[in-house]
């Protein structure tokens, strides 16, 4: 196994002067049921697939879309299932039940609750990648910076918010589907092939980044109220 060498955190600003990286692979949508098996079929002889989903982004305050698409593929092909026009079919809840068959994602839980409301099934051998991270000292828990981490490289996340119902997408919705998907499955792989830390030293880092969190946030409210203040001497001294 490799030697660990991950950063701990990346800041943004680093991450976009790095080299863009997307799937160039093949792509295959899904949205008609004629082509269910065929998908299934390839996707259930696999050991490891990558896995993501996207919805209709909602801009106002408890609303929430449905599960529009899912993405799950390997390094050489992600098929992207429309589940606006084919559903959640059952040949597809059943690799997601399937314990021979590692499933990756990222926050992999609100994920498969989103697909579990349209088809149910019981999701088996299921890896979320933030809760494996910490076991290598990497404390960021985004796709984008876990890939920067790994990798050296920026993957584009500016189709994030577009509508994933329309009824045809477009080029660029279809290969930033597609690399999320193959993302989650190159950083699983990248870990799996390096040494995690210590565990007492893993535990130590995020025992560390904890405090500064809460330092930082009491040094934030302090510099608030100090503000407060402020303004509010300024506008007594306004009135008298």
């Not at 050991?47 to 899912?70: I, K, M, N, Q, W």
């Not at 039940?97 to 839980?109: E, S």
């Not at 579990?116 to 990648?129: E, I, M, S």
């Not at 996340?157 to 993302?183: C, F, G, M």
Request: with cysteine; charged share 25%.
């Amino acid at each position: 196994m490799k030697e660990n060498t991950f950063t701990h955190r990346i800041a943004k600003d680093l991450i976009q002067w790095m080299p863009l990286a997307a799937f160039d692979g093949e792509i295959v949508v899904v949205d008609h049921p004629e082509q269910v098996d065929e998908a299934v079929a390839y996707l259930g002889a696999q050991t490891v697939l990558g896995v993501d989903t996207e919805s209709r982004p909602s801009f106002t305050r408890g609303v929430h879309y449905p599960t529009a698409l899912v993405q799950i593929g390997t390094e050489e092909r992600v098929y992207l299932f429309r589940l606006t026009h084919v559903g959640m079919p059952k040949p597809l809840a059943a690799v997601f039940a399937n314990p021979d068959i590692v499933k990756v994602g990222l926050a992999f839980k609100d994920d498969l609750n989103g697909l579990r409301r349209r088809q149910d099934f019981k999701p088996q051998n299921c890896v979320d990648l933030q809760s494996i991270v910490g076991k290598y000292g990497i404390l960021d828990l985004g796709l984008q910076k876990l890939f920067a981490i790994c990798f050296g490289k920026k993957i584009s996340k500016s189709q994030q918010v577009t509508n994933w119902e329309n009824s045809h997408l477009t080029p660029e919705q279809i290969r930033y589907a597609a690399t999320d998907a193959w993302a989650t499955l190159l950083i699983y792989k990248e870990l799996m092939s390096t040494k995690p830390l210590p565990k007492k030293e893993a535990e130590a880092l995020k025992r560390a980044d904890l405090e500064r969190q809460q330092q930082h946030q009491q040094e934030v409210l302090a510099a608030r109220l100090a503000q407060q203040a402020q303004e509010h001497d300024n506008n007594t001294t306004q009135t008298a």
